[in-house]
T-cell receptor, first 112, second 111 residues
Framework: NAGVTQTPKFQVLKTGQSMTLQCAQD?????MSWYRQDPGMGLRLIHY???????DQGEVPNGYNVSRSTTEDFPLRLLSAAPSQTSVYFC???????????FGQGTRLTVV | GEDVEQSLFLSVREGDSSVINCTYT??????LYWYKQEPGAGLQLLTY?????DMKQDQRLTVLLNKKDKHLSLRIADTQTGDSAIYFC???????????FGSGTRLSIRP
């Protein structure tokens, strides 16, 4: 049982490049979310989804897009990377918003 | 607004109790959580409490909730070196189906 899988684990981008962070879960969870973790600021919610075809903005959505075409996958897209997006990104899933969230191992992104 | 606040650092002696505090602003909070993050890893759920409870105990962990003051605490009894980690408080904003995390408290254990 893989749980929540994030790829890649590490990535370096140049300013202005685009990329997609992948997140997949095999637990048939309806609820998925993306967070970024920065020193001293904890986890901040970027976007979340309560089910396939439904997404919504979190605390810091600017510069990021998401889609949820299937229950399993919830990719996070950076259209034009900026140094301020250097962070560790975590994807999480849960059966419902109020049940235990399972986290991926994180993607460490550096934008130079 | 939506806010969850914690102090950033806590240092305790091995064998003592650790108390990590958290305050939140959501008046309609229904679930509050404590997650643990070990170095280089994602977060794992430690425990949670419903908003209609004042206290929840689970082995060495005790969660206290003061709804009037919007204050949540996590007490770890007999703190061990394996408890070294970052502890996050989180609040479920039911009105928006989203979970907001605090900044995390880094717990360090001294011999």
């Amino acid at each position: 049982n893989a749980g929540v899988t994030q790829t890649p684990k590490f990535q370096v981008l140049k300013t202005g490049q685009s990329m997609t962070l992948q997140c997949a879960q095999d637990m048939n969870h309806e609820y998925m979310s993306w967070y970024r973790q920065d020193p001293g600021m904890g986890l901040r919610l970027i976007h979340y989804s309560v089910g396939a075809g439904i997404t919504d903005q979190g605390e810091v959505p600017n510069g990021y897009n998401v889609s949820r075409s299937t229950t399993e996958d919830f990719p996070l897209r950076l259209l034009s990377a900026a140094p301020s997006q250097t962070s560790v990104y975590f994807c999480a899933s849960s059966e419902k918003p109020n049940t235990e969230a399972f986290f991926g191992q994180g993607t460490r992104l550096t934008v130079v | 607004g939506e806010d969850v606040e914690q102090s950033l650092f806590l240092s305790v002696r091995e064998g003592d109790s650790s108390v990590i505090n958290c305050t939140y602003t959501d008046s309609s909070s229904t679930y509050l959580y404590w997650y643990k993050q070990e170095p280089g890893a994602g977060l794992q759920l430690l425990t949670y409490i419903f908003s209609n409870m004042d206290m929840k105990q689970d082995q060495r962990l005790t969660v206290l909730l003061n709804k009037k003051d919007k204050h949540l605490s996590l007490r770890i009894a007999d703190t061990q070196t394996g408890d070294s980690a970052i502890y996050f408080c989180a609040d479920l904003y039911s009105s928006a189906s989203k979970i907001i995390f605090g900044s995390g408290t880094r717990l360090s254990i001294r011999p």
